[in-house]
């Protein structure tokens, strides 16, 4: 078999964009722009969406369980970073945020023979639940074409797109989740740079769920600690 040479930077995204300079090829996404947007806009013809069971809004009274968001890089176990990101650190990368109380995001990525990974988990909250549901349904009207996640927070949604420059494939998934003043955001993408294809859609919205569903559990248990 024929050998390549690696990439020269994976440059983590501040947008973000990750870019893989010896393959002229540029990988960019968005859960950190700010726009209430949390993930890739398909190109025309090759959006893929996954739907699921709907479960009704949260209408609770206005309240404010989180006060600040948690250490995002402890959202996830070694063992699940391992899994959904084979090669990467599990001690992850934190973002630069104008105002850690409210908004923390953290990154792993790494390239693993041809497979690329990327995943990041972001802690956003809000003053109120009620300021929160509204986010939350800004964020779903933007990434339209998906489905709810029953069983994930107050609310949840997943979307799932594929998106081909210059021929390579990334198929990126995105879920958001809402937990009483406290959204979750999950981004999970992926390519083969070999055979220039994504991985399945069932692969990678199976990990932006599994993501998320841990980085909700350690949202609730950072808080008791602090």
């Known amino acids: 078999m024929r050998t390549f040479s690696l990439p020269l930077a994976l440059t983590a995204r501040l947008s973000p964009v990750a870019v893989l300079a010896t393959l002229g090829w540029a990988l960019s996404s968005g859960p950190l722009s700010s726009a209430p947007t949390a993930g890739a806009q398909s190109s025309p013809g090759k959006t893929e969406t996954t739907t699921q069971s709907t479960s009704a809004p949260s209408t609770s009274?206005?309240?404010?369980t989180y006060a600040t968001a948690p250490a995002p890089c402890k959202g996830l176990s070694e063992k699940t970073i391992t899994s959904l990101v084979p090669g990467a650190k599990a001690a992850g990368r934190e973002i630069p945020s104008t105002d850690t109380t409210v908004r923390r995001t953290c990154s792993w990525n790494a390239l693993k023979g041809y497979d690329y990974r990327w995943?990041?988990?972001?802690?956003d909250l809000a003053d109120s639940a009620d300021e929160a549901h509204q986010s939350y349904m800004d964020r779903v009207?933007?990434?339209?074409?998906?489905?709810?996640?029953p069983g994930l927070g107050n609310e949840a949604y997943s979307v799932v797109n594929l998106t081909t420059e210059d021929k390579q494939q990334t198929r990126e998934g995105v879920v958001v989740a809402r937990t009483d003043n406290a959204l979750v955001i999950v981004t999970y993408n992926g390519s083969d740079f070999e055979t220039k294809k994504a991985p399945g859609t069932d692969e990678i919205n199976k990990g932006a769920i599994k993501a998320a569903k841990e980085a909700v559990a350690s949202l609730a248990n950072q808080s008791k600690g602090q």
Do not use: N, Q, W
């Open 61 to 64: 009274a206005v309240s404010k």
């Open 119 to 123: 995943l990041d988990i972001t802690y």
């Open 141 to 149: 009207k933007e990434k339209s074409g998906g489905g709810p996640v």
